[in-house]
């Protein structure tokens, strides 16, 4: 008879199972580089948000100064990101920026989550032809491409901070409302949800004190992870000059006024901007992968063999 391999973490029961040996070793190297990640990001994010509160009343200085002696200047320790073509702190005017992308990405984000939470939930937990109709209205409104519906939308205000905020609202309500009806359909199956309908609960009963609690955490997910798609939307618009009014630094204004630094070999005016936008997506996406695990308990439990 086959001897069976020696259980070295339970010396008290020598027989084991060898798939149980092989895998803990890669389970404890996934537990540990997904908690650096999930650290990584949280540091990361919060970083992003104290700068954009602390800076500028630290720096005392005008991101609009215009100093045309001082243009183009690669970073150095007076200007860490450098300057621009006129000569303006690019350090000052990045974090200016980075506060509007994410100033419209948080207000977008939870009208958009509310907007599509609160249509997902009708449809879902009436069906019928209400389901019908408004999943209709749904797909029809999602074949149009987002970028172009908030053009037109921002084209009838003018410039500023607020119409993006409701061009990007709109157009991206009507992926949340996807997400919560599959989510309440599923839910409308469960046995406690039988169990009040059977116990004479109506319709509003059961959606406020059974469906809606259940799709909370759902919605919630869908809003962080449209924070970062808020941001490129809202870069975006102000890159094609329909976004904030010149004089206000936008992300996306400052990658546009600066291709032509960049053909010209100055590349500080385009990488700060361009990074500022790709670190906190990847930041972001790593708090929200973190918390779909937890919300998915199967996909953690086979994450962590």
């Known amino acids: 008879m086959a001897e069976h391999p020696a259980n070295p973490a339970n010396p008290a029961n020598p027989v084991a199972s060898t798939a149980e040996v092989r895998w803990r070793p890669a389970g404890r190297t996934r537990r540990s580089t997904r908690t650096l990640r999930v650290r990584t990001s949280a540091l990361v994010t919060a970083a992003l948000v104290l700068a954009v509160l602390i800076v500028p ?5 005008d991101q609009q100064t215009v100093d045309l002696s001082a243009r183009l200047r690669p970073p ?90 409701v061009s990007v609202a709109v157009t991206h309500w009507l ?31 059961v959606a406020v004190r059974h469906l809606v609690p259940g799709v909370l955490p759902q919605a919630g997910l869908a809003a962080v992870l449209m924070i970062p798609h808020a941001m490129w939307h809202e870069s975006a618009l102000s890159f094609l ?19 032509g630094s960049l053909l010209a070999g100055d590349w500080w005016p385009t990488l700060f901007p361009g990074l500022l936008l790709i670190v906190p997506t990847l930041a972001i996406a790593g708090l929200a992968g973190a918390w779909r695990e937890r919300l998915n308990p199967r996909r953690r439990s086979e994450l962590t063999l």
Not at 180 to 204: F, I, K, M, Q
Not at 241 to 259: E, I, K
């Open 76 to 165: 150095s320790w007076a200007h860490p990101f450098g300057t621009d073509d006129v000569g303006r702190d690019l350090l000052l005017r990045c974090v200016y920026g980075l506060r509007v992308s994410l100033l419209v990405g948080l207000v977008a984000a939870l009208v958009a989550t509310v907007t599509g939470t609160a249509v997902g939930a009708a449809a879902g937990a009436l069906g019928g032809w209400t389901d019908r109709v408004v999943m209709r209205a749904v797909d029809t409104l999602s074949s149009i491409p987002h970028l172009l519906l908030g053009i037109f939308i921002v084209a009838m205000f003018r410039p500023g901070v607020w119409p993006v905020v």
């Open 57 to 61: 009343p630290l720096a005392q200085l």
């Open 175 to 205: 992926s949340t409302a996807r997400i919560v009806r599959a989510e309440v359909l599923s839910l409308r199956g469960r046995p406690y949800v039988d169990a009040a309908v059977s116990g004479g609960a109506s319709r509003w009963r």
């Open 241 to 259: 000059g329909l976004g904030l009014p010149a004089h206000q630094a936008s992300l996306g204004s400052l990658v546009q006024s600066a291709r």
